[in-house]
């Protein structure tokens, strides 16, 4: 999905693949808790590992990518064997699943940035694009299990991806390496969204009205 | 919506309607239990009746089955009808109207399969958006309603359109004639459906954590 | 977005400006009322601004009108800054509110039916479209919100839409002036809206089957 060197190109694939599973687990996780049977954990899994790329796709006149490649279904099916087979061990690996995440948080919102910038569209276009990569997944999780949106309430995610965005917009105008600018914004990502959660930092609610 | 002989088309042409009256019908009641107005009951029969359709046609880049014909709106319109003139009495109709849909879910199935593949894709995307085409309507009524997706936790549904897909896809990997290919998947998908239904056969649930 | 002579094009821009502001006033509104953060709330006021024309352009097969101009996201963070800051204030406003809102619903109803005619679809879609782009905003916010959407049950919104793009299209075809009919429809949505919030008027409920 990014234009870099042959020697990036495994590791990216690695943090890809991590991060689809991490994100299909998230969802079929929560619908578990809602007592989903196995069509629906899947479809919920497959809603965050593929629904904010495919929202993104479709606005930006492209096809959805997961149907070039069945990488992404098949990593899905996986996540579901995971958690029908290991229901009881999952919260145990609570910081795994927290760590995969966030890097397909990180990886998600750059790939996001990155296509819409070869389709030609404006910077501040592209970073909405990558925060809608990231997150719109999971916003989709939420409204199919009848939720309200958690990272509407509670979590610093979304601004991770819109603060990375702003970062790699910056360092791109500033002249810096592509390559540098990505890994930059990457690792922004990553260490907002960790730093976050360790220190719970999160944005001022909105004041009601009484 | 597929390439069969005339003496098929007049045939089609029924089961489209009724299949699409049925799925406007299971809007409405739906609304009508939530004390919707008239203008909320016509958007969700209209979901359910397009929106499965209306999903795989946005994915698949092509302009919406509906904007080149008025007749699902106006099937639409006349289950609308129906319902505000007969609301006593649909609930004695009710093995009719489950007829009905399940002749929709297979043949919105089998039309979904075979549009995907005329785009050129491959079939086991085929295989998804046919299963889209089918039940992806009924979900997005139930979010519409504030309703958990009835799909996700109770029923065989969406398993009858992907078990029909998966037949329909060895059918012709053997060899077989399409034209045999798909009337084999329609009446699979019919009889599984009623079969579930009939034998109280749903998916194991997914198990939680606690 | 409107053919129209360069005397009216201030005013339209005007117009926009002022039913944009009112639109994401209401979303970030009814996100403070479930105590969304502020990034929920900017999502929810971004989401009835541009929601109903971006599901336009999407189903229409072009880029969403709000890739090419910031103005629309400007817009929006403006409404956000002053939900915050005037947040005990907004209240005394309601009528100024529901009085730009529904300057709002009737130019981008207009909007949408023209650029959909531009598109080449039929006037029956075109009037679907129009209704999406004034109505379907609000759906999306509820729909996020995890509220049954509001103008299903309550109030008349689309169906001053509708009876609006009816009677854009009765004049065109009676042969009226292209800028006369945009007019008279644009008005009459007003009108309509007006007088049904005043005077309390809205559809029929479905009847239950109990």
């Known amino acids: 999905m990014m234009p870099t060197e042959d020697i990036y190109?495994?590791?990216?694939?690695?943090?890809?693949?991590?991060?689809?599973f991490a994100f299909a687990i998230s969802g079929i996780r929560h619908a578990a808790a809602k007592r989903f049977d196995w069509f629906g954990g899947f479809v919920c899994g497959v809603a965050v590992a593929i629904g904010g790329g495919t929202l993104r796709d479709i606005m930006l006149g492209v096809t959805p990518?997961?149907?070039?490649?069945?990488?992404?279904?098949?990593?899905?099916?996986?996540?579901?064997?995971?958690?029908?087979?290991?229901?009881?061990?999952?919260?145990?690996?609570?910081?795994?699943w927290f760590f995969f995440d966030t890097l397909g948080l990180a990886l998600f919102t750059v790939a996001?940035?990155?296509?819409?910038?070869?389709?030609?569209?404006?910077?501040?276009?592209?970073?909405?694009?990558?925060?809608?990569?990231?997150?719109?997944?999971?916003?989709?999780?939420?409204?199919l299990l009848n939720n309200v949106p958690v990272i509407f309430?509670?979590?610093?995610y979304a601004m991770a991806s819109i603060?990375?965005?702003?970062?790699?917009?910056?360092l791109?105008?500033?002249?810096?390496?592509?390559t540098i600018s990505v890994i930059t914004a990457f690792l922004l990502i990553?260490?907002?969204?960790?730093?976050?959660?360790?220190?719970?930092?999160?944005?001022?609610v909105l004041r009601g009205e009484e």
């Open 112 to 143: 996001g940035l990155q296509k819409t910038l070869d389709c030609g569209h404006a910077f501040w276009v592209a970073i909405i694009m990558g925060t809608i990569t990231g997150s719109a997944g999971g916003v989709i999780r939420d409204v």
């Open 172 to 178: 791109v105008e500033l002249g810096c390496d592509m």
């Open 153 to 156: 309430q509670k979590e610093i």
């Open 65 to 96: 990518f997961w149907m070039t490649s069945s990488i992404y279904l098949i990593c899905t099916f996986m996540a579901q064997m995971f958690v029908i087979v290991f229901a009881r061990s999952l919260k145990s690996l609570d910081n795994t």
């Open 163 to 170: 603060i990375g965005g702003l970062a790699y917009w910056a």
């Open 9 to 20: 190109q495994p590791l990216l694939n690695v943090i890809e693949f991590l991060g689809t």
């Open 190 to 204: 990553v260490a907002i969204r960790i730093l976050a959660v360790k220190y719970h930092i999160s944005l001022p």
